[in-house]
């Protein structure tokens, strides 16, 4: 079993930049897949950001691509997003994922996830 719990949402102006923290505990956080999703208002949850177990393969939807990055420190069980250039839609609920065999761009890819945290973009 693996908790994970974000952090780092909040309001930001159109430009702004906001860094999210997902703080996983339980199994071995090192050999986990991460990734972030998001779901704006009215909308389904889509992939934002994926990374894999040692932090040498990442990849990002086209719709953040330069202006999102992700990263993990395996010592702190830690993964992070940091999010510039943010827009109004960027708005949205984001979610950290975790998987031990999967990861990828499909939410069907992650079994652990976390409850979420609010961004909103004002413009």
């Known amino acids: 079993q693996v908790q994970l719990v974000e952090s780092g949402g909040g309001l930001v102006q159109a430009g702004g930049s906001l860094r999210l923290s997902c703080a996983a505990s339980g199994r071995t956080f090192s050999n986990y897949a991460m990734g972030w999703f998001r779901r704006a208002p009215g909308k389904e949850r889509e992939f934002v950001a994926g990374?894999?177990?040692?932090?040498?393969?990442?990849y990002y939807a086209d719709s953040v691509k330069g202006r999102f990055t992700i990263s993990r420190d395996n010592a702190k069980n830690t993964v992070y997003l940091q999010m510039n250039s943010l827009n109004p839609e960027d708005t949205a609920v984001y979610y950290c994922?975790?998987?031990?065999?999967?990861?990828?761009?499909?939410?069907?890819?992650?079994?652990?996830w976390g409850q979420g945290t609010q961004v909103t973009v004002s413009s």
């Open positions: 990374i894999n177990w040692r932090g040498g393969s990442t």
């Open positions: 994922a975790a998987d031990l065999y999967g990861g990828g761009r499909s939410s069907s890819g992650y079994k652990y």
